[in-house]
């Protein structure tokens, strides 16, 4: 079972049952006659120098779920790790070993070889500054980048970001607490319900 919450209705819950049918309607069959890349593009943002496992997983399933290239940038220490898991995956050292700045988001957009439709963020990442995640976040919106944020890149200062760009956050309990509890002023559930407000309209906490 999966809880998912819709910003486009306050604190709104649905419970989704995730059976065959339901997977295929997101996942339509491929065209004969799509070449590589008409199926997807993906880039996976995450690692660092004790956690490479966390970006690989991520791109490990971007690939089984039908994407026809999958990019990876992780720090320098971890694309031998990576590369060598398969030759499937297409590594992108970032020059910043272990920390994710705002060079490393710089150098990230000047090196990326084509343009991607989703971007998968923070899994496994140490960031030194909020500022880095958040320029690349307004970097990929203002491309029409779709943006699923996860773990380290979920921080209270991203919500005015993503408003109305149909993100999806996927926060454990720790996260969603952090992401949208961070200041507690009157009424808890109030605040809560204000926080996750201040993400805008059109986007999904997963």
Same mark, same amino acid.
């Given at each position: 079972?999966?809880? #998912?919450?819709?910003?486009? #209705? @306050?604190?709104?819950?649905?419970?989704?049952?995730?059976? %065959?049918?339901?997977? $295929?309607?997101?996942?339509?069959?491929?065209?004969?006659? *799509? @070449?590589?890349?008409?199926?997807?593009?993906?880039l996976v943002i995450g690692g660092s120098?004790?956690?490479?496992?966390?970006?690989?997983?991520? &791109?490990?399933?971007?690939?089984r779920a039908g994407a026809d290239l999958?990019?990876?940038?992780?720090?320098?220490?971890?694309?031998?790790?990576? @590369?060598?898991? *398969?030759?499937?995956?297409?590594?992108?050292?970032?020059? =910043?070993? =272990? #920390?994710?700045?705002?060079?490393?988001? /710089?150098?990230?957009?000047?090196? &990326?070889?084509?343009?991607?439709? !989703?971007?998968?963020?923070?899994?496994?990442?140490?960031? /030194?500054?909020?500022?880095?995640?958040?320029?690349?976040?307004?970097e990929l919106k203002n491309s029409k980048?779709?943006?699923? &944020? =996860?773990? *380290?890149?979920?921080?209270?200062?991203?919500? %005015?970001? #993503? *408003?109305? !760009?149909?993100?999806?956050?996927?926060?454990?309990?720790?996260?969603?607490? @952090?992401?949208?509890?961070?200041?507690? $002023?009157?009424?808890?559930?109030? =605040?809560?319900?204000?926080?996750?407000?201040?993400?805008?309209?059109?986007?999904?906490?997963?």
């Amino acid at each position: 079972m999966v809880i #998912i919450m819709s910003t486009n #209705i @306050r604190s709104s819950k649905e419970t989704l049952s995730i059976t %065959p049918e339901v997977i $295929q309607k997101f996942m339509p069959p491929r065209i004969e006659s *799509s @070449r590589k890349g008409d199926n997807g593009i993906v880039l996976v943002i995450g690692g660092s120098k004790i956690y490479h496992g966390a970006p690989l997983l991520s &791109l490990l399933a971007a690939l089984r779920a039908g994407a026809d290239l999958v990019y990876t940038a992780v720090p320098e220490s971890n694309a031998l790790a990576i @590369r060598s898991f *398969s030759p499937n995956l297409i590594v992108l050292p970032l020059p =910043d070993d =272990d #920390i994710f700045t705002l060079d490393s988001a /710089k150098t990230l957009l000047n090196i &990326l070889p084509k343009k991607v439709n !989703t971007v998968a963020m923070g899994m496994g990442m140490h960031i /030194k500054n909020p500022d880095a995640v958040i320029y690349l976040i307004n970097e990929l919106k203002n491309s029409k980048t779709k943006l699923i &944020l =996860d773990a *380290s890149s979920l921080i209270p200062a991203i919500l %005015p970001h #993503i *408003s109305k !760009t149909d993100t999806v956050v996927t926060p454990h309990a720790g996260e969603y607490e @952090r992401l949208f509890k961070n200041e507690k $002023q009157g009424n808890e559930d109030d =605040d809560e319900n204000n926080s996750i407000n201040n993400m805008g309209p059109g986007n999904t906490v997963l």
